[in-house]
C-alpha cells in the first residue's frame, strides 16, 4: 500500500524563478493539503485541496498555487520566487472531512540562490 | 499569541521514565488533536489522535485532551532511545491544521 509520495526530492532555484512540486496521495485518500517547514519550526498551513478547489488556505500570498487532479493527486506552484521560499514542503493527505488525520510524505526540499 | 503553543525544549529522561509533552491552543472552536513525531531531516509521522475530552491509550502512548483548559499532553511510557526525536502537537479548525514549533525529546539510556 503505497503512502504519499512527492518529487522531486530536492530542487535547487534561483530568486525570480517558478517551480512546480508533485504530490501522489495515500491510496484511498482524497484530500491534500500543503505545508511549508522552515528549519526548527513547525509545518505551516499553505492549502488545502478537496474534489479539485482549494477548500481551506493559509497565510500564504497569491504566488503560492495549486491544483488537484481527478486522480486526487496535486500540485503546488510558486511563483517568483524569493530567498525566503527556502523550506522543506510537505504534501499531506486524508480521507473525506475536516479533521480527520493526515499522513505526510518525505517532502521536497527547496533551496533558493 | 501564538496558536498552538509548545515548550520548544529540549526536553531530557532516562530509558525507561514518562516523558511528558505539552500543548495549548487559542482557538476554542478547535476539533481535532494529533501528535505527530519528527527525526531530524524526516517528515511528520502521525502518533496519536484525539477528539473528545478525556485520555486515548495506544501502546506506549497516551494522548491527553482538556478543552475547557485548551490544553492537550502527550505521555510517553518506558521512554527508549529510539523515542528522541521533535513532538509536534496540530490542532484543527476548518480544515487546516496547524502545528506547534515542536519539542525536542532526547532520551538517555
Known amino acids: 500500500d503505497a503512502g504519499v509520495t512527492q518529487s522531486p526530492t530536492h530542487l535547487i532555484k534561483t530568486r525570480g524563478q517558478q517551480v512546480t512540486l508533485r504530490c501522489s496521495p495515500k491510496s484511498g485518500h482524497d484530500t491534500v493539503s500543503w505545508y511549508q517547514q522552515a528549519l526548527g519550526q513547525g509545518p505551516q498551513f499553505i492549502f488545502q485541496y478537496y474534489e479539485e478547489e482549494e477548500r481551506q488556505r493559509g497565510n500564504f500570498p497569491d504566488r503560492f498555487s495549486g491544483h488537484q487532479f481527478p486522480n486526487y493527486s496535486s500540485e503546488l506552484n510558486v511563483n517568483a520566487l524569493l530567498l525566503g521560499d527556502s523550506a522543506l514542503y510537505l504534501c499531506a493527505s486524508s480521507f473525506g472531512g475536516s479533521g480527520q488525520p493526515q499522513h505526510f510524505g518525505d517532502g521536497t526540499r527547496l533551496s533558493i540562490l | 499569541q501564538k496558536e498552538v503553543e509548545q515548550n520548544s525544549g529540549p526536553l531530557s529522561v532516562p530509558e525507561g521514565a514518562i516523558a511528558s509533552l505539552n500543548c495549548t491552543y487559542s482557538d476554542r472552536g478547535s476539533q481535532s488533536f494529533f501528535w505527530y513525531r519528527q527525526y531530524s531531516g524526516k517528515s511528520p509521522e502521525l502518533i496519536m489522535f484525539?477528539?473528545?475530552?478525556g485520555d486515548k491509550e495506544d501502546g506506549r502512548f497516551t494522548a491527553q485532551l482538556n478543552k475547557a483548559s485548551q490544553y492537550v499532553s502527550l505521555l510517553i511510557r518506558d521512554s527508549q532511545p529510539s523515542d528522541s526525536a521533535t513532538y509536534l502537537c496540530a490542532v484543527t479548525a476548518n480544515n487546516d491544521m496547524r502545528f506547534g514549533a515542536g519539542t525536542r525529546l532526547t532520551v538517555k539510556p
Open positions: 484525539i477528539y473528545s475530552n
